[in-house]
């Protein structure tokens, strides 16, 4: 959990365990951590939360120009 408030306000790629919302990989803008879940903003603008139990793998995406 603690890892995830480094990155708040940056692009993460999340993988879970189980299909969250249909699908298994979701890509966004960190919003916000609590105690239970993640809060992601997709590229359509969407705002999904997901579990942190759920999550398999996350990693911060990195643009580089």
Known sequence: RSDFGRVIGRRVRVITAVPVQA???HRGELLSVGL???VLRLD???EIPIPLSQIA???QEINVR
Do not use: M, Y
Request: net charge negative; aromatic share 0%.
């Open 23 to 25: 699908c298994l990989e």
């Open 44 to 46: 359509s603008g969407e």
């Open 36 to 38: 239970e879940a993640i």
């Open 57 to 59: 793998r996350a990693i």
